[in-house]
């Protein structure tokens, strides 16, 4: 009920705002959480999400990591439409206003589109149809989206998705990018600018440094510079990282998408370059496995090397889904021991997004080792998908369990077990009510 309550707060008619106050944008992969929990609701909202999600879809394919809120209440949030507005000027821009971003953010959206298929097949056959119908006039677009992470951000065919800029990765400043980012430099004084996220939290240590904001706005000015243009940022930007977990939730969006090329009857074409794509992702997952940690790591293009940390990002074969059995006892091994859900300190055995094992770990700042309870949702649906439904089920009780103690924060300390960030965190509330929902 209190999970509802929080994404009727948000819901702003056609789209839900990320958080009342922190985020009062639409931004890419909240949407497709926050869908997979208004399906619960109603089906025809939660596709509602998406579409006005893809409404916004950039020519050449790519779904903007923000979808600006014309009416966000000014000085509410860092960079905004009018730093961002100058991507309107790009020939493969959408109409605009609203503006939008030109980064992107992880695939999730056909695996949500898929959840709410399912869930419109437990309504019954007046929501089946709606489906039908919806599922057939957005494929199209969808196909466009996976194109566009396989073509621009992949032009060397390695299955694995480039990023720009560490918002991309939505784990944002997540060790996984401490390496590649403090190669950038920033090459002129940035005039001042507002922290307006830091009036959302109890204590700034919580989100990430100026130094930090420092680096991620001249990455967002040299991608403006380059007019947004994926070619031009490729040649000469200096934060060029394949993101293994974005590219672990497109396999497992186009193992979705195939299922829903199915729906719509899509040709046998579409069909094949589908299962290239998914099959293409895990031979790229696959070169990026680190036999020392047990893990997949990130690889920075620029200094052609693995950024080698230990995040929950490392988990992405088990996302991916269709592992080897050895690979996955591996991987479940490694969730389980004291590096990561298996940490005698931590309030409940979830794992941090960052492990404790970690220099950089801090159990209260941001992506750096608090828990996500989204990436639980991700970790959860993937155990399911594995056959490993003892695990899954342990999971969403634990997870039930630290949202019941302590509402729908946006992450928790896994110490102390304290909601952190924003409050009212609309995807929080939304895998809760899948969660519920059995
Ligand atoms: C956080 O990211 C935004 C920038 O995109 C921010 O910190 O201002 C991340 O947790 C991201 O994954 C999330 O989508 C967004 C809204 O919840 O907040």
Redesign the pocket.
């Known amino acids: 009920m209190q999970a509802e309550e929080v994404l009727r707060q948000n819901d702003m008619g056609s789209w839900t705002r990320?958080?009342p106050g922190l985020?009062p944008h639409q931004?890419s992969?909240?949407s497709a959480f926050i869908a997979i929990g208004l399906a619960h609701l109603d089906v025809r909202r939660a596709a509602r999400e998406l579409r006005s999600l893809f409404a916004h879809q950039w020519r050449t394919g790519k779904v903007p990591?923000?979808v600006f809120n014309p009416e966000a209440p000014p000085k509410s949030y860092y960079p905004g439409a009018e730093h961002w507005a100058c991507a309107a000027a790009s020939p493969d821009a959408p109409p605009a206003p609203p503006y939008t971003s030109c980064l992107t953010?992880p695939p999730v959206h056909a695996i949500a589109l898929w959840r709410i298929w399912e869930a419109a097949g437990r309504e019954g056959e007046e929501a089946l149809s709606f489906m039908r119908t919806f599922l057939h006039d957005i494929y199209p677009r969808l196909l466009a989206w996976h194109r566009y992470l396989l073509t621009y951000r992949d032009p060397e065919e390695s299955g694995l998705v480039t990023i720009y800029h560490p918002?991309g990765s939505?784990?944002?400043n997540s060790p996984r990018w401490d390496a590649a980012l403090a190669a950038v430099e920033v090459g002129e004084e940035l005039p001042p600018y507002p922290r307006y996220?830091l009036q959302h939290v109890t204590d700034p240590s919580q989100r990430p440094t100026n130094a930090d904001y420092d680096r991620y706005l001249w990455l967002v000015k040299l991608i403006k510079k380059a007019g947004c243009d994926e070619r031009t940022i490729y040649r000469s930007h200096p934060f060029l990282v394949k993101d293994v977990l974005s590219s672990a939730i497109l396999v497992a969006a186009n193992e979705a998408l195939l299922e829903i090329a199915e729906v719509v009857g899509a040709s046998e074409e579409d069909r094949e370059l589908i299962v290239g794509w998914a099959e293409r992702g895990r031979r790229g997952l696959d070169a990026c496995w680190d036999d020392d940690l047990k893990l997949c790591l990130d690889y920075d293009l620029r200094a052609d090397k693995p950024l080698r940390v230990r995040t929950v990002a490392g988990f992405a074969p088990l996302i991916a889904g269709r592992q080897s059995s050895e690979r996955l006892e591996v991987l479940l091994e490694v969730l389980d021991s004291s590096a990561f859900a298996g940490h005698p300190g931590l309030r409940w055995p979830l794992p941090p997004s960052t492990s404790p094992a970690e220099l950089r770990f801090h159990p209260r700042s941001y992506?750096r080792g608090p828990t996500w309870p989204v990436i639980n949702w991700l970790l959860w649906w993937s155990l399911l998908r594995a056959g490993e439904g003892e695990r899954a089920e342990r999971l969403r009780r634990i997870s039930l369990e630290q949202l019941a103690s302590g509402g729908f924060g946006?992450y928790f300390d896994p110490y102390a077990g304290e909601p952190l960030g924003s409050t009212r965190?609309s995807?929080t509330a939304a895998v809760a009510l899948d969660w519920l929902a059995g």
């Open positions: 990320a958080a985020y931004w992969w909240d990591h923000i953010q918002w939505g784990t944002d996220d992506w946006e965190q995807w």
